[in-house]
């Protein structure tokens, strides 16, 4: 499954150890859904899917039913969604999605990151072509269940390909398709563990292993960042 794949589940694996970490940034994500389109998960697919993503990484039910409080109080934090592109160590490519109520602060602290790397910011737009965004939908694996005919059944809901880990199967399909595969599996009554739109690279790298523990030291530092909420790279 390549670098990139073994890389994303050990991040999420090293999250996970550090809830500390973790639960600010699922808050967010769930008070900026609960803000964009209103308190009921049932009216609102974002905050439905942010919600479920903070249950699957055992957010508890109340930090979940404060946040989406929080979000409608007169004097709740006002996010925005940024994103930085950077260059890091040995040709790294870096995509950077945050969520923040202060950009001065999270972009001073983005480009300091990338700088100690060795690394630098780059203009807004200038990776965006150098990576394609996918629909991301994660799911258990049954024993129970028959892959194929899933398969065939969620085409036409836009699937392009599925993937199985171990217990974990993982369905793609383009962004614009993300949507109506989140409805389909709903649809079947199949549990998502997690759903977002995730950035490939269209021309992955393979670092070596003299270059990783440079390269990983700036996506750890980004991603120990409470206000980065994801960090996509060219690594194959």
């Not at 090293?14 to 859904?33: E, G």
Request: aromatic share 8%; charged share 30%.
């Amino acid at each position: 499954m390549g670098r990139a794949f073994e890389y994303r589940r050990a991040a999420k694996e090293k999250r996970w150890a550090n809830m500390s970490r973790l639960f600010p940034k699922l808050t967010r994500a769930i008070t900026i859904a609960a803000k964009e389109g209103g308190p009921d998960p049932e009216t609102n697919s974002k905050l439905r899917l942010a919600i479920a993503n903070a249950k699957a990484n055992n957010m508890p039910k109340d930090n979940v039913e404060n946040a989406i409080k929080r979000a409608q109080g007169k004097d709740s934090d006002n996010y925005s969604e940024i994103n930085y592109e950077g260059k890091g160590p040995h040709g790294l490519l870096v995509f950077v999605e945050c969520a923040t109520d202060n950009p001065t602060r999270t972009v001073a602290n983005v480009k300091s990151y990338f700088n100690k790397s060795g690394g630098q910011l780059v203009p807004t737009g200038s990776l965006e072509f150098l990576f394609s965004r996918r629909a991301v939908i994660e799911f258990e694996y049954s024993e129970d269940a028959d892959l194929e005919e899933l398969e065939l059944e969620l085409i036409d809901a836009g699937l392009e390909e599925l993937e199985r880990d171990e217990k974990t199967v993982y369905a793609y399909g383009d962004y614009t398709s993300f949507g109506s595969l989140v409805k389909a599996f709903e649809d079947r009554n199949i549990p998502i563990t997690k759903a977002d739109l995730q950035r490939f690279p269209t021309t992955p790298v393979d670092f070596t292993d003299d270059q990783m523990p440079a390269i990983e030291k700036l996506i750890d530092k980004l991603e120990e960042d409470d206000d980065v909420q994801a960090v996509f790279t060219n690594m194959g």
